[in-house]
């Protein structure tokens, strides 16, 4: 499984944190207001318990009290309920039943002690204060505290949601923070891929963010040393191509003159002098193709071409028919490329698809691509990755002794294709042979 | 037999390319220094000069200069080096054409028959045709005459091919790649040809080559020639 970025990481920390904080206070302030709140209810109900109890008592004077006119008289609220037990019987403003008191706090009124006791009542909480009064009669309220548990629970939502809001929050601070941490390292990923790209002068600014500094100038130092080796190897290449040339020159004429008496020299002296011709133009086709590879990093110079018009010249140079090109309807005419090296792309293609594939069979021009499709074998899976890589010759090269191609067509069309911002690919031919195809995205 | 004069310093390839040329059936005037080749035209006029730029002394450059002064023969560059800065500074010197080293003989050789396909009166598609009027501008193909306000202006071969072209399709846009293979006869070739030779030209029949009235440039489609 893919790690979690370390935005998300640090996201989630932060959030976790703020969670388990908010919790914390929730949770102790809850406590604290419930006990409190509840802690006060108790004692008013104690307060007005005695204060009814005081009323009762000194209405029990006599033999027989008429207890139901005694306990209609107190001035209680809805939400009291006002009970009396006196020899055994229960007294009530209204009927209902005894059960309601716990056995516990009975008990402890029959001694003749005050208590109170939380019970719930028809599913509402509530508490009953028991008030011994005298003729060992107990006097009971109970008080429902359905308010208070109510607005303890909207208390509690309350605490819930700035809980969860607060985690929220962190965060998003911690999306925040780290955006704000990493902008430096984006800048450092930005330059980097700059410099994957071609772009070998990209470099950070050594003073943007002192934490980074290390990061920065080894970043810098690396770029400067890459792009030195990069020039170097490519002036490398460049000088040897050029070094070669002079003592190329001397050859191709030389064998030429050479190429040109050989009917009159005997058989093995003009089998060898075909030999060298034959190698001396690979050589002199290798020389071209090393120059263009070393220099293939320069940008394109665009100028709107008939791509059209362009393919078929390119096919005419081949000594190919024209009318192998199809134009994709749709496909715009004109398209700002750098001519010099599509014509090449193409002519290499088409080179390739003579040496390897049979010949092409069509070139197709499309809207930012240019196709040639040959009648060859197709090349396997495992040729596909490396076939656009340097000095990779088809297998069919191998299986005719050599081939006369340089191994370097098809990356100096890769590279071409690259310069463009495009890439070489290669498919199937729908019905056998290979499908090469050049994309050449319009800048916009 | 049309003669060739070559300047190239190194000896081998002078030797060599000397003798295949000579297989190709040129008569070859095969010289080591620039001053050498200037002295060799003097005396005996080659029909084209196939010139090094690297040379020791006075460099190709300066060669191709000296040699225009007096003489419109076609130059050919063979030059090692084929980075853009050379190759239109050889072209602005003078030069009809470019190629680099190495080059297959037979390439140099088709190089040296379309120059000399590109004759002095070269009009072979408006035959009769004497005089082309643009203003003050005045082409005789036949006569192979350039004359601005009545003066004969001095044009190479290949300047006066691709004055024709554009002349015989007055106030028509013809594409760098129409020029370059009707005037050079390539069918894929450097369009830079073309653009530095427009440039020469424009140096010889505009009053003012910043400001041309004659041929004018058509963004992103060519060059014409304006009635």
Redesign the interface.
């Known amino acids: 499984m893919r790690r979690a970025g370390l935005r998300t990481r640090v996201s989630a920390a932060f959030a976790i944190g703020a969670l388990a904080l908010s919790a914390g206070v929730t949770f102790v302030s809850y406590e604290l207001i419930s006990n409190t709140l509840f802690r006060e209810r108790e004692r008013a109900a104690v307060r007005a318990t005695y204060f009814d109890a005081a009323v009762i008592n000194s209405g029990l004077i006599g033999d027989d009290p008429n207890v139901g006119d005694l306990l209609q008289s107190l001035d209680i609220g809805a939400d009291r309920y006002v009970l009396l037990s006196r020899q055994g019987r229960w007294y009530a403003r209204s009927a209902g039943p005894a059960a309601d008191v716990p056995t516990a706090l009975q008990e402890m009124a029959a001694r003749g002690e005050a208590g109170a006791q939380r019970i719930r009542r028809d599913g509402q909480p509530a508490l009953v204060v028991a008030v011994p009064v005298q003729n060992s009669a107990v006097f009971y309220e109970i008080v429902s505290l359905r308010e208070l548990e109510r607005t303890l629970q909207l208390l509690g939502l309350v605490l819930t949601a700035v809980a969860i809001m607060v985690s929220a929050g962190g965060a998003a601070v911690g999306w925040y923070v780290t955006r704000h941490a990493l902008r430096p390292l984006a800048a450092v990923a930005e330059a980097a891929s700059g410099i994957a790209g071609g772009d070998l002068d990209t470099r950070l600014d050594p003073d943007a963010e002192p934490e980074l500094a290390r990061l920065t100038s080894s970043f810098n130092h690396m770029a400067d040393e890459l792009s030195r080796r990069l020039k170097r190897d490519r002036r490398f290449a460049a000088d040897v191509s050029h070094e070669l040339r002079s003592p190329l020159q001397t050859l191709a004429a030389a064998v030429s003159v050479l190429n040109r008496r050989r009917d009159g020299l005997d058989e093995r002296s003009a089998a060898a002098i075909g030999l060298i011709a034959d190698e001396v133009a690979r050589f002199q086709a290798l020389v071209d193709d090393l120059l263009e590879l070393a220099r293939s990093d320069q940008p394109v110079q665009r100028e709107a071409a008939d791509m059209d018009l362009l393919a078929r010249r390119v096919l005419s140079s081949r000594g190919l028919p024209g009318d192998l090109v199809e134009f994709i309807p749709g496909t715009p005419v004109d398209w700002p490329v750098d001519r010099r090296r599509v014509e090449q792309a193409l002519g290499n293609l088409l080179d390739n698809a003579v040496r390897y594939g049979g010949g092409p069979v069509a070139v197709r021009v499309g809207p930012g691509y240019l196709e040639v499709d040959d009648a060859g074998p197709g090349v396997p899976s495992e040729s596909r990755a490396t076939i656009f890589d340097r000095f990779v010759r088809g297998p069919a090269a191998g299986a005719r002794g050599g081939g006369d191609g340089t191994g370097l067509g098809l990356a100096i069309v890769a590279e071409h294709a690259a310069a463009h911002g495009g890439r070489a690919t290669l498919a199937d031919r729908p019905g056998g042979g290979a499908r090469f195809r050049i994309e050449l995205p319009t800048p916009s | 037999m049309s003669a060739v004069l070559l300047i190239e310093d ?1 000896d ?2 002078r ?3 000397a ?2 040329l000579e ?1 190709e059936g040129y008569q070859t005037h095969a010289v080591a220094t620039a001053e050498e080749g200037l002295e060799m035209q003097r005396r005996q006029p080659a029909d084209a000069v196939l010139v090094d730029l690297m040379l020791p002394g006075m460099d190709g450059f300066e060669c191709i200069r000296q040699l225009r002064r007096t003489d419109d023969v076609p130059v050919i560059v063979v030059s ?3 980075d853009t800065h050379d190759i239109v500074a050889g072209l602005e010197a003078g030069a009809d054409d470019y190629v ?7 390439e140099l050789a088709a190089r040296l028959r379309a120059l000399r396909r590109r004759g002095r009166t070269a009009s072979a598609t408006a035959p009769g045709v004497t005089t082309m009027t643009f203003g003050d501008l005045e082409i005789r193909p036949e006569a192979g005459e350039v004359r601005l306000h009545g003066e004969p202006v001095a044009v190479t071969r290949t300047e006066f091919r691709l004055l024709c072209e554009l002349a015989e399709h007055a106030g028509q846009v013809l594409s760098r ?1 129409q020029l370059l293979s009707r005037v050079w006869e390539y ?2 070739g ?2 830079r040809l073309v653009d530095v030779h427009v440039g020469r030209l424009r140096h010889k029949i505009e009053d003012s080559a910043g400001k041309p009235k004659h041929l004018v440039t058509v963004r ?1 489609l060519g060059y014409k020639l304006q009635p």
């Open positions: 190194d081998r390839i030797l060599s390319l003798m295949a297989d090692a080096r084929d680099v080293k190495p080059v297959a003989v037979k790649q069918e894929i450097d369009e992103g």
